[in-house]
């Protein structure tokens, strides 16, 4: 299986900083790549689909960028609401694989 | 109002079985791929199981293979898995999501738009 290694782990930010999470494969895996918003207790959310792609309803300040094995989601302008666990999924192959998730936290 | 509801969680002993449902409405369930997606308790996100527009095609995590079974009616617009022999590990919540097709560059990719509020299994003796 593919192993998708995110990082940081969490990160301590402020309202309107510019944050980036990066998400790397095991091996490449094209575009195939997704990006996803969990608030606790809440499902987690489609932000980025095909690695760069913003899903309909998506603010602006999110962007994803990437392809083969090294994928980058920023957040240009950090809001109050974006205070969340970020993952990437790939969908290149099955068994599909998540990141170990970063955590995004208020400084 | 496009939506999944899951049902059918709740608490068992190691050994046991549940059976999880997924209703759709709002959109044509046919149509559309469907993944179960599980997070254990202040654990990340964890892809379970997948299965095509026609059933045809499945696919399962490596650690529910053999225990779990995904299966859909679309008459009744419902996706479900059996679960047997269920785990102290298996403890989780699990949500159904639907897939979106995406064809970028002459790839096929998909993402998950789509997704319910999950139903809680505890596995425990």
């Known amino acids: 299986a593919i192993q998708m290694t995110q990082s940081p782990s969490s990160l301590s930010a402020s309202v309107g900083d510019r944050v980036t999470i990066t998400c790397r494969a095991s091996q490449g895996i094209g575009k195939d790549l997704g990006w996803y918003q969990q608030k606790p207790g809440k499902a987690p959310k489609l932000l980025i689909y095909a690695a760069s792609s913003v899903q309909s309803g998506v603010p602006s300040r999110f962007s994803g960028s990437g392809s083969g094995t090294d994928f980058t989601l920023t957040i240009s302008s950090l809001q109050p609401e974006d205070f969340a666990t970020y993952y990437c999924l790939q969908d290149y192959n099955y068994p599909r694989t998540f990141g170990q998730g970063t955590k995004v936290e208020i400084k | 109002e496009v939506q999944v509801v899951e049902s059918g969680g709740g608490f068992v002993q190691p050994g046991g079985s549940l059976r999880l449902s997924c209703a759709a409405s709002?959109?044509?369930?046919?149509?559309?791929?469907l993944n179960w997606v599980r997070q254990a308790p202040g654990k990340g996100l964890e892809w379970v199981s997948y299965?095509?527009?026609?059933?045809?095609?499945?696919f399962y995590a490596d650690s529910v293979k053999g225990r779990f079974t995904i299966s859909r009616d679309d008459a009744k617009n419902s996706l479900y898995l059996q679960m047997n022999s269920l785990r102290a590990e298996d403890t989780a919540v699990y949500y159904c999501a639907r897939a979106i097709v995406v064809v970028v560059a002459g790839t096929r990719g998909d993402g998950y738009d789509i997704w319910g509020q999950g139903t809680m299994v505890t596995v425990s003796s």
């Open positions: 709002g959109f044509a369930f046919s149509g559309y791929e």
């Open positions: 299965i095509s527009t026609s059933g045809g095609t499945i």
